[in-house]
């Protein structure tokens, strides 16, 4: 069983920056796809960023195109994202997640229900 666990993320100002860090424990080498989600309070969860492993291929949402940078090491089993001009509206809790043996996909990358793993979650405050 892969278990995924985060680190980074915190309180900053509007325009600030910060990064978010997963780790892949037990990560078997059948994950092709890791991702971030976010939620906020009263809204779904919802899609942010993904990375085929070992690949080149990335995927963001239309809110933080040009903001947000993720990043993967198949070697250590890791996964970044690096959080640039933050905004209010980025508030929320940040989940990284995994999904075995399919590649993340333009048409279905930012549906939770693909993804077999998910880290416990850590809270990103950015104030105006």
């Known amino acids: 069983q892969v278990q995924m666990v985060e680190s980074g993320g915190g309180s900053v100002q509007a325009g600030g920056s910060l990064s978010l860090y997963c780790r892949a424990i037990?990560?078997?080498?059948?994950?092709?796809?890791m991702a971030w989600f976010r939620q906020a309070p009263g809204k779904e969860r919802e899609g942010v960023a993904a990375?085929?492993?070992?690949?080149?291929?990335?995927f963001y949402d239309d809110s933080v195109k040009g903001r947000f940078t993720i990043s993967q090491n198949v070697d250590n089993a890791t996964m970044s994202l690096q959080m640039s001009s933050l905004k209010p509206d980025d508030s929320a809790v940040y989940y990284c997640?995994?999904?075995?043996?399919?590649?993340?996909?333009?048409?279905?990358?930012?549906?939770?229900?693909?993804?077999?793993?998910w880290g416990q979650g850590t809270q990103v405050t950015v104030s105006s």
């Open positions: 997640a995994a999904r075995d043996s399919r590649w993340c996909l333009d048409t279905t990358w930012t549906y939770p229900a693909n993804y077999d793993y």
């Open positions: 037990a990560y078997t080498g059948s994950t092709n796809c």
């Open positions: 990375v085929n492993i070992g690949g080149s291929s990335t």
